[in-house]
Nanobody, 121 residues
Framework: VQLQASGGGLVRPGGSLRLSCAASGFTLDYYAIGWFRQAPGKEREGVSCISSSDDSTYYLDSAKGRFTISRDNAKNTVYLQMNSLKPEDTAVYYC???????????????WGQGTQVTVSS
């Protein structure tokens, strides 16, 4: 199982980034996939998750209305569009696979290397 996150970078407050998660080694269609983040000195927090059937999503309260998660199973990729970014969004973002086929809500058992998102003027 591999989950490769990319798309992070340095952006000014109010800017946008789109993170991508390229999945391999398992059938993406069968699993909910999500994103969590960790900032220095802070607890890990779940940001967003999308169900295997693409009919359920979860967002951290602070991400609602600003972030959008989507998936393209044909490309084995999950995306996180992040708009109106704030300095408090600064963290390493990881994409992760749900533990059980077809289950909801998200409870992750595997994740890959993260991608750094820095929001600063």
């Amino acid at each position: 199982v591999q989950l490769q996150a990319s798309g992070g970078g340095l952006v000014r407050p109010g800017g946008s980034l789109r993170l991508s998660c390229a999945a391999s080694g398992f059938t993406l269609d069968y699993y909910a996939i999500g994103w969590f983040r960790q900032a220095p000195g802070k607890e890990r927090e779940g940001v967003s998750c999308i169900s295997s059937s693409d009919d359920s999503t979860y967002y951290l309260d602070s991400a609602k209305g600003r972030f959008t998660i989507s998936r393209d199973n044909a490309k084995n990729t999950v995306y996180l569009q992040m708009n109106s970014l704030k300095p408090e969004d600064t963290a390493v973002y990881y994409c992760a696979k749900n533990r059980v086929v077809g289950s909801w809500p998200c409870m992750y058992d595997q994740w890959g290397q993260g991608t750094q998102v820095t929001v600063s003027s």
